[in-house]
């Protein structure tokens, strides 16, 4: 796929996997400045409307993001842990969708 010119979203991009895939999009031709890796302080993807926000104008969505906490997080949540990441990626997916994006990738977190 050509990069050069496409606006991309990768949720979770400033994460440990989203920085090696941002890097990977570097490599293939994307500029940096086209490429927005939203943090959750500016974003609450659990939100339909901050969902929206990010994925606005993107050609490319790629989504990485999820709420994580190592093991103890998650044995001791796992009911909030399986919620939210589904909300978030119900909404990403939903933006993607209305936004009309040429290309969605998922990562299946839940």
Do not use: C, W
């Not at 991309?8 to 400033?14: D, Y």
């Amino acid at each position: 796929m050509f990069l050069k010119n496409k606006k991309i979203l990768v949720t979770g991009g400033n994460g440990f996997v989203g920085q090696s895939v941002v890097r990977e999009l570097l490599r293939r031709g994307a500029k940096s400045r086209s490429i927005f890796t939203p943090r959750s302080k500016e974003f609450d993807l659990r939100e339909a409307s901050d969902a929206g926000k990010a994925v606005k104008g993107k050609n490319i969505i790629i989504h990485l993001a999820a709420i994580t906490g190592g093991i103890e997080f998650h044995r001791d949540n796992p009911g909030v842990a399986l919620y939210d990441n589904a909300l978030i990626n119900l909404n990403i997916l939903e933006a993607a969708r209305k936004e009309g994006a040429e290309k969605f990738v998922g990562l299946g977190i839940l």
